[in-house]
């Protein structure tokens, strides 16, 4: 009911000030499991498609976004809670395996769930190498996978920005894919991988980077630091 609320709140709002355009949105199937696999640009995704998506969309999200202290955290929770978010502990490991059954558990329910398969926000625009936990989903529930492509977010909420600029916001959703083979097979899954990361770098025309964004970030962290070492 909260997500149904706050969706109804949103859309008048996200249509007037943000004048969506979106394209394909009828590649969404109507019923079944469907994993949405889009590009990862800001915050500000997780708030724009699911709000042209006529399924509730449910994102694994960080379990920090529902643990943080006082009032704010309350409010992030409570938000995000609202957007349908559930939370995960993606931390590596058997916490990874536990998110990949929840994932699981709610394509088996035939619901449709929202992955950004880089992991993370890219940090500087570039479509990043996707994670292979997409792929095992696929293969395991069955599900189709749409990818999506998200256009001008980072403008409209850059990182680090509470209140987003006011322009307008386009989305691209490509045909579905399916695929079917050996969820444990590692050459596969990345192969499956890269296909789908493949068809979102063509639908959005970013440059790809054949490396992890988080390790992008790292890099990025430590060239900062080491260049206030410099100058100090």
């Not at 007037?16 to 009828?26: A, E, I, N, Q, Y």
């Amino acid at each position: 009911m909260a997500y149904r609320l706050l969706k109804s709140f949103l859309i008048p709002i996200l249509t007037l000030l943000f004048r969506p355009k979106v394209t394909g949105l009828r590649n969404v199937p109507h019923t079944g499991p469907v994993i949405i696999a889009s590009n990862h640009l800001s915050f500000s995704d997780s708030i724009f498609m699911p709000l042209v998506v006529p399924r509730k969309v449910t994102f694994l999200a960080k379990s920090e976004y529902f643990t943080s202290p006082g009032i704010k955290g309350f409010i992030k929770k409570i938000t995000f809670i609202a957007l349908g978010q559930v939370p995960v502990d993606r931390s590596g490991g058997r916490r990874s395996e536990a998110a990949l059954l929840t994932g699981l558990s709610l394509l088996g329910a035939g619901d449709c769930i929202g992955i950004y398969p880089e992991g993370t926000r890219s940090p500087d625009g570039r479509l990043y190498k996707g994670r292979t936990g997409i792929a095992r989903l696929a293969i395991e529930s069955g599900a189709a996978i749409v990818p999506v492509a998200m256009f001008n977010t980072a403008e409209i909420q850059p990182t680090g920005q509470v209140v987003p600029k006011v322009r307008r916001v386009e989305m691209i959703f490509g045909e579905p894919m399916y695929f079917e083979g050996d969820s444990s097979d590692l050459k596969l899954l990345r192969e499956i991988t890269d296909r789908i990361m493949n068809t979102i770098g063509a639908i959005s025309g970013q440059e790809y980077v054949d490396m992890y964004a988080s390790d992008a970030k790292s890099l990025l962290l430590k060239k900062d630091v080491d260049e206030d070492i410099e100058e100090e």
